[in-house]
């Protein structure tokens, strides 16, 4: 596991667990909708009482960090740190992977699939107000996407579909062998034109 809470950060955790007046008290980090272009990166409080057997305990110089299981792929390579500032303080979180974690060859198809559209594809499509996803994988192994918001009714589509989602995947992805697409072109509210 590679969490890095830096000491500064570790002093200001550590000063607010003792305010609490609860012994044992420790801090629970966690992500909110890991994998998820929503996913957010928490910390909490975490009494005694709290701990759940599947957590994966850090424990630390000033503190214990509890680590929800089903996050812990999500955290590798997370940073905290604290830094005083005139107005006080800043506690910064960050986890580069909470949004998908890091893949290797090894690592399922379908997450390899997702790595590639969420870090080089959606945010080129994000420009116009487009995304895409993942359905599924069928044999072959061929991967079954759906477009969204801009491209969906995009006349330009099968080009990017062609053209720049279908080789980046198969450039990225070994042993992927095609895409298909499964969304409904026939609705253009949001299209991209």
Do not use: W
């Not at 006349?155 to 992805?173: F, R």
């Amino acid at each position: 596991m590679n969490i890095t809470i830096t000491d500064s950060a570790q002093e200001y955790l550590s000063g607010l667990l003792d305010k609490q007046g609860i012994e044992g008290m420790a801090v629970r980090m966690f992500i909110q909708q890991p994998g998820t272009p929503y996913a957010e990166t928490c910390l909490a409080y975490c009494r005694p009482d709290e701990v759940i057997e599947s957590d994966e305990r850090l424990d630390l110089p000033k503190l214990r960090v509890y680590l929800e299981v089903n996050s812990v792929p999500f955290l590798d390579e997370a940073f905290v740190d604290y830094a005083t500032e005139k107005m006080g303080g800043q506690l910064t979180i960050k986890a580069p992977n909470a949004k998908m974690p890091k893949v290797s060859p090894d690592s399922p198809i379908e997450d390899q699939i997702n790595y590639v559209l969420y870090s080089d594809i959606n945010p080129g499509l994000a420009a116009h107000g487009g995304e895409v996803r993942l359905v599924e994988v069928i044999e072959g192994p061929v991967a079954v996407l759906q477009f969204g918001g801009g491209c969906q009714g995009c006349s330009a589509v099968d080009l990017t579909l062609k053209e720049g989602v279908e080789k980046t995947l198969i450039d990225k992805v070994p042993g992927l062998k095609g895409v298909k697409d499964e969304t409904d072109h026939t609705v253009t509210d949001n299209a991209f034109m």
